[in-house]
């Protein structure tokens, strides 16, 4: 059973915040999107390899079948998120690709049992508020972009996919194999995407490497393998609610590093949103004080 500890919570975030750059290295990135995204999964196998030990490898082949499929939902994410961008804009890649929460709050309900609190809908209700209003400006909806704008929902559905898998598979597998064996399921996905639609691309020169060992690193290992570790130890729902503030990180992103202003709407939105987070994770902690005072009352009545 998942505690929801705090601790746990904040690295959630940290991973978010090393997810939250892959927008920028896709973009910086020399070959075509797919190719992008098969290079990003095969740099991060012998990344990983160091950190495995021999008995972690030791499963059924029902769990490597498993683990396999959640590799092929995350290639499903990663081709269609990152084909997005040659069709719609980066805000609307960045929100609708994180509305992963509408798929993950109900299948965790009916399939995991998750139970979902008032304290927590209001919080989901405030942060995914927060998000809209951040992205309101800049969010555009159109006939043009509605190709990549099907993408992105596309997108968060197979995120979704890939979060509940792991999520299940974190009760008897550790992240680091986790991440290491679904990479091959991803590479093999992706390279089918490849042969039938860009063709097969390699990087020739620094310049075109270093965005995928960016991406590699940071955002794969980093980001993915640090979210694929707190499934373990916080709510699927919990989990996905956070993933919904990955545009407010990108926001911060473009304050800090390309100097985009912040403006008073985008500084409130940010503030929802953070308080929706907040009543989110503090409903685990709610139901445990009501537990515990409806004890004291039982105690004090028998006495």
Not at 235 to 256: E, G, K
Request: glycine share 6%; aromatic share 12%; charged share 15%.
């Amino acid at each position: 059973m998942r505690k929801n500890e705090t601790k746990y919570f904040i690295l959630i975030f940290v991973a978010i915040c090393f997810l939250a750059t892959g927008g920028i290295f896709v973009k910086l990135s020399e070959l075509p999107p797919i190719n992008t995204g098969f290079y990003r999964v095969l740099f991060s196998i012998p990344m990983l390899m160091p950190f495995l030990k021999k008995e972690d490898l030791k499963l059924t082949k029902k769990q490597v079948i498993t683990i396999v499929l959640a590799g092929a939902f995350l290639a499903g994410d990663l081709a269609l998120w990152n084909i997005s961008f040659s069709y719609t804009s980066v805000a609307n890649a960045n929100l609708l690709a994180n509305l992963t929460p509408f798929t993950v709050i109900p299948c965790s309900y009916f399939l995991f049992k998750e139970k979902m609190t008032k304290r927590f809908l209001l919080g989901g209700f405030i942060t995914l508020l927060g998000v809209f209003v951040l992205m309101s400006n800049k969010v555009t909806l159109s006939r043009e972009r509605m190709i990549g704008d099907l993408l992105c929902l596309a997108t968060s559905v197979f995120y979704a996919m890939f979060m509940l898998t792991v999520y299940k598979l974190r009760d008897f597998v550790k992240s680091n194999v986790i991440m290491f064996i679904s990479a091959f399921g991803s590479l093999i996905v992706l390279a089918f995407a490849i042969a039938f639609t860009e063709g097969f691309h390699a990087p020739t020169s620094f310049r075109a490497v270093w965005p995928l060992l960016a991406l590699a690193l940071v955002s794969q290992i980093l980001g993915q393998g640090l979210l694929a570790h707190c499934l373990g130890k916080v709510n699927a729902s919990l989990s996905s609610l956070l993933t919904l503030s990955q545009p407010v990180v990108a926001a911060i992103y473009a304050w800090l590093i390309f100097g985009e202003g912040l403006s008073t709407q985008a500084v409130i939105a940010i503030g929802i949103t953070l308080v929706g987070v907040y009543l989110a994770k503090t409903q685990s902690k709610s139901k445990e004080d009501d537990e515990i005072v409806a004890k004291c009352v039982k105690v004090c009545s028998e006495e």
